[in-house]
């Protein structure tokens, strides 16, 4: 990489726009003291990047533009633009010219560019980095500040050092992994603290889960149970009807067979003895009888489907008093509502989430509570009254039966005892009926067996209605159920058992949460996977986090061997110039280790030396590393730098400056008047040194030494007139030698 110009515009006393080439390895600017020849050095700091005004002779931003004269008015900004030859890519662009760009404005506003585009200081800083210009400026000697590594303590010393020796891309490395750590450490602490919040949410609903899976359990085994049930209940019900048909046919015939016997009789009977009294008397009866007894099985009937109604209740009420007492589970939900409504006032996060849950649970309690056990009891009660009606009309009806069977009784002993041929009809109808009486009472028993097998169909249909409930589609697949040969033979006992157990395992089964379950198996599997999420991206940052400390230990590594070398190397450098120099004596370079306290830990003068004495302890102390300068000059014995002459400084500065350099030779190396304190002698090695140096970088030379100009391949003048503009004059030095002879 070549410097190949420089262009200032309204920077200081360049108040119109200035441009130098750099065609040559050296270069030197020349002019007399005040011509604003030391603000070409300030230019190439100010464009690199300084942020240090004082570094550039101001206070603040609008000190470094022109500030106007009698004939030039003031500008509202000032520019500064190096062009670099990138054919090499030293910097690592992929264009063949690279040019940096700095704008400082009124309001103290800065703008950097490269190539034209705007871009951060930081960016321009690493992109520099890369060609061993750093932000130390070592290879920008000002005016005064030859001996400035001189006087830097020891720990800047250290980062000149480092700069100098091209280690600044590393730094920059490091620092920047150690803000990604300190980063990744602030996520690793957001991301375990939402974990945290989320745990004890997650840890209820896997209590939840855990009893849905329980409940699922006891689903699978009461869907087994069930099928069973309904099995053996569907094949009972299709025996006993068929059975029933059966013993109800011949009966049924027969009792067809003896009304129209009875019919005939009657009608002989009316036809040939119509004004008989005792016949009529006898067909009364006969109506009346059957009359109270189609009541009597129509009341029998309404009363069994009663009292198979309050059977269905007081299950559903056994169902739902198995566990706890229905009035004390409603106070114990309303009492337990109120409390938890209150304790949402709380701080916290985990503890509110987890009152939010309980408070849902415990409103479908009550809710659940409320609309079924009322009405349930209302209905028990109601049908109670209904049964006791019921039971008092039947009573009633039974008297009148036995009151008309009495009668009847009474008149055929009146009929036995006549003899006579014309009551031979009488008696005829009379045992006729006695069959007929015996075969009702026969079909009315199996009335009510089917009246009976009606209500048990009936609770067959709910009890499938409630297994379709509590099981869903899988309830109507019972048909499937394979039995195992004992229904034919088992006591209806055993089904009732049965049942009474599919009651109880309804009532853990909705005790267990299993019913109704989806939102929170849906609201688990979202928190689940949330806090699997968040593992995940823990793991990721703690594997990044290691994998930075990695590289910084790397680079850490690679920056002490790469500085334990430099520094060897700049020894030997920095010996063989001080000899030059000097004619004999040696110095060189050695690290050293300072203590300092860590902020924050310092004590007031007012407090006692036991206290103060604490300072030495670990936590309140910071161990620097340094660099310090050991010299040993001929004939002359020296305890410290600050022993030196003036002119003893500059020599020493010149020589660890120019070892640097030798070292690790940056692109440019500017040197404002760093050889105005030599003499003669001194200033014809110092010519021999740049010349030497030329060879690697290129040298901008602010100077007024006549040897100094000797050196350079092209010559720079600067002049200021009366309007305190400086302007920039150009001399070939081979054209000037050839006009001089």
Request: net charge negative; no cysteine; charged share 35%.
């Amino acid at each position: 990489m070549r410097l190949k110009t420089i262009e200032l515009s309204g920077f200081k006393s360049f108040a119109k726009k200035t441009e130098l080439e750099f065609g040559a390895s050296i270069t030197a600017v020349v002019g007399p003291n005040g011509s604003g020849k030391s603000n070409i050095a300030e230019s190439f700091r100010f464009v690199l990047g300084e942020q240090s005004m004082k570094s550039m002779r101001g206070k603040r931003g609008e000190d470094l533009i022109w500030n106007g004269s009698g004939s030039v008015p003031r500008a509202g900004r000032a520019s500064v633009k190096l062009i670099f030859d990138n054919t090499d890519r030293a910097l690592n662009l992929d264009f063949d010219e690279v040019t940096l760009e700095r704008t400082v404005h009124r309001d103290g506003g800065n703008d950097y560019r490269l190539n034209g585009s705007i871009v951060r200081l930081r960016d321009i800083a690493e992109l520099l980095a890369q060609a061993n210009i750093g932000a130390s400026g070592h290879h920008i000697i000002s005016q005064g500040e030859a001996d400035r590594v001189l006087t830097a303590s020891a720990p800047e010393r250290r980062e000149m050092i480092e700069d100098a020796l091209g280690l600044t891309a590393f730094l920059y490395k490091r620092e920047e992994a150690e803000r990604k750590i300190e980063k990744t450490a602030e996520n690793m602490r957001e991301v375990e603290s939402a974990r945290r919040e989320l745990l004890p949410h997650l840890k209820f609903l896997q209590s939840q889960v855990k009893k849905i899976e329980e409940g699922e359990k006891l689903r699978d085994e009461l869907s087994v149970k069930y099928a069973e049930y309904l099995k053996r209940e569907s094949v009972y019900l299709k025996h006993a009807e068929t059975m029933l048909q059966e013993d109800r046919d011949e009966p049924a015939r027969q009792h067809a067979a003896l009304n129209a016997t009875i019919e005939h009789i009657r009608h002989e009977l009316s036809r040939t003895h119509s004004k008989d009294a005792k016949a009529q008397e006898l067909m009364q009866l006969e109506e009346e009888g059957r009359n109270a007894r189609q009541r009597r099985e129509h009341l029998s009937r309404d009363l069994g489907r009663i009292e198979g109604e309050i059977a269905a209740a007081a299950r559903l009420s056994q169902t739902i008093e198995g566990s706890v007492p229905a009035s004390q589970a409603q106070e114990f939900a309303e009492r337990t509502l109120q409390e938890l409504e209150e304790a949402l006032n709380l701080d916290g996060q985990p503890l509110k989430a987890k009152l939010q849950a309980l408070v849902v649970l415990a409103t479908e309690f009550m809710r659940r509570i409320q609309k079924r056990v009322a009405p349930e009891v209302v209905s028990k009660e109601e049908l109670q009254a209904k049964k006791s009606a019921l039971e008092a009309q039947l009573a009633e009806l039974t008297a009148d039966e036995t009151r008309v069977r009495s009668a009847v009784d009474a008149l055929r002993q009146k009929i036995d005892s006549e003899k006579d041929a014309s009551r031979e009809a009488e008696r005829e109808l009379f045992q006729t009926m006695a069959k007929r009486s015996e075969l009702e009472a026969t079909l009315s028993a199996m009335q009510s067996r089917a009246d009976l097998l009606a209500r048990e169909r009936e609770a067959f249909v709910r009890e499938l209605a409630e297994a379709g409930a509590a099981l869903g589609r899988a309830a109507a697949e019972y048909d499937s159920f394979v039995l195992d040969g004992t229904e034919a033979d088992e006591d209806r006992s055993a089904q009732e058992e049965r049942r009474r157990k599919l009651e109880r395992m309804k009532i853990r089964l909705e005790e267990s949460g299993a019913i109704g379950s989806d939102d929170i198996l849906k609201e688990f599997k979202e928190t689940t996977e949330r806090e699997q999420f968040l593992m995940r991206e823990l793991a990721d940052l703690e594997a990044s986090s290691q994998k930075l400390k990695e590289l910084i230990e790397d680079l850490t590594r690679t920056l002490e061997v790469r500085f334990d070398d430099g520094v060897a190397k700049i020894n030997t450098q920095f010996d063989s110039f001080f000899k030059l120099m000097f004619d004999g004596g040696s110095a060189s370079l050695v690290t050293v280790k300072e203590k300092k306290l860590r902020r924050g830990a310092e004590r007031s003068d007012l407090e006692s030396p036991e206290l103060r004495s604490d300072l030495t302890d670990e936590e309140d102390v910071e161990v620097q590393e340094g660099i310090d300068i050991q010299l040993s000059l001929p004939h002359k014995r020296v305890k410290g730098i600050h022993m030196l002459s003036g002119g003893e400084r500059a020599l020493i500065s010149i020589a660890l400056i120019f070892a640097m350099s030798q070292v690790n030779p940056p692109p440019f190396l500017i040197l404002d008047e760093t050889e105005a304190a030599l003499d003669e002698a001194n200033s014809r090695r110092y010519g021999d040194m740049i010349e030497n140096l030329a060879k690697k970088s290129q040298l901008i030379l602010i100077t007024h030494n006549r040897e100094t100009m000797s050196r350079a391949g092209v010559l720079y003048g600067i002049t200021m007139g009366n309007d305190g503009i400086s302007k920039l004059l150009s001399v070939k030095f081979e054209e000037a030698l050839a006009v001089a002879k």
